[in-house]
């Protein structure tokens, strides 16, 4: 079975940079053609993609947001590390990490995270 | 910048209405378009992949078609059941945009 969990603070003051783990169970994410991507959603908004990391270790940011954000990987412990420097109120939202396969047999964002909510505020 | 343009932003409908939400993709993406569900309060799931392929376990009134830049998510009988967000995404290569969603309630 494949679940994903995020991980992080849940208060983060303004300025501040957040970090998210992303946890990967039931699979590899170096043996697996599988991807990993980012997405947050405000308190009532729509989702919005912010990062993927795919298997061949190629990245690819929201380019709204270039310059904040940093993906990465270690597939010794199947996580998927984002980083988001200089947090503002207006990011506080739900985080969601989502697992892809890539190629022919792809499926879209089949897997994703419960989410984890982050609150900016001092 | 590319972006997917969802239509409409809300609707509301009755019991076994036929319903057609619409996503346009800024570039030609081929059919590496998927079409996910969200009821309140959890966690969005994919309907739709590849344009047109249902994903296992999702009803058959749910269908999705379309090719390069224009999409369109049918429910052909709308059920209680569906009032949800629905969102569209290009998931090929990055970036990998979300529609702005159509928020589905009954009339």
């Known amino acids: 079975q494949v679940t994903l969990k995020e991980s992080g603070p849940v208060l983060v003051k303004p300025t501040e940079t957040l970090t998210l783990t992303c946890t990967v169970s039931g699979l590899s994410l170096s043996t697996d053609k599988k991807g990993v991507s980012w997405i947050r959603q405000p308190p009532g908004k729509a989702l919005e993609w912010l990062a993927h990391?795919?298997?061949?270790?190629?990245?690819s940011y929201n380019t709204s947001l270039r310059g904040r954000l940093s993906i990465s990987k270690d597939t010794s412990k199947s996580q998927v590390v984002l980083s988001m420097i200089n947090m503002d109120p207006v990011d506080t939202a739900t985080y969601y990490c989502?697992?892809?396969?890539?190629?022919?047999?792809?499926?879209?964002?089949?897997?994703w995270g419960q989410g984890t909510l982050v609150t900016v505020s001092s | 910048d590319f972006q997917m343009t969802q239509s409409p932003s809300s609707l509301s409908a009755s019991v076994g209405d036929r319903v057609t939400i619409t996503c346009r993709a800024s570039?030609?993406?081929?059919?590496?378009l998927a079409w996910y569900q969200q009821k309140p309060g959890k966690v969005p799931q994919v309907l739709i992949y590849a344009a047109s392929t249902l994903q296992s376990g999702v009803p058959s009134r749910f269908r999705g078609s379309g090719y390069g830049t224009d999409f369109t998510l049918t429910i052909s009988s709308l059920q209680p059941e569906d009032v949800a967000t629905y969102y569209c995404?290009?998931?090929?290569?990055?970036?990998?945009?979300f529609g702005g969603g159509t928020k589905v309630e009954i009339k």
């Open positions: 990391i795919y298997s061949s270790d190629g990245k």
């Open positions: 570039q030609g993406i081929g059919n590496s």
């Open positions: 995404q290009k998931y090929d290569v990055g970036p990998l945009t």
């Open positions: 989502a697992l892809i396969t890539e190629g022919s047999s792809s499926r879209a964002f089949d897997y």
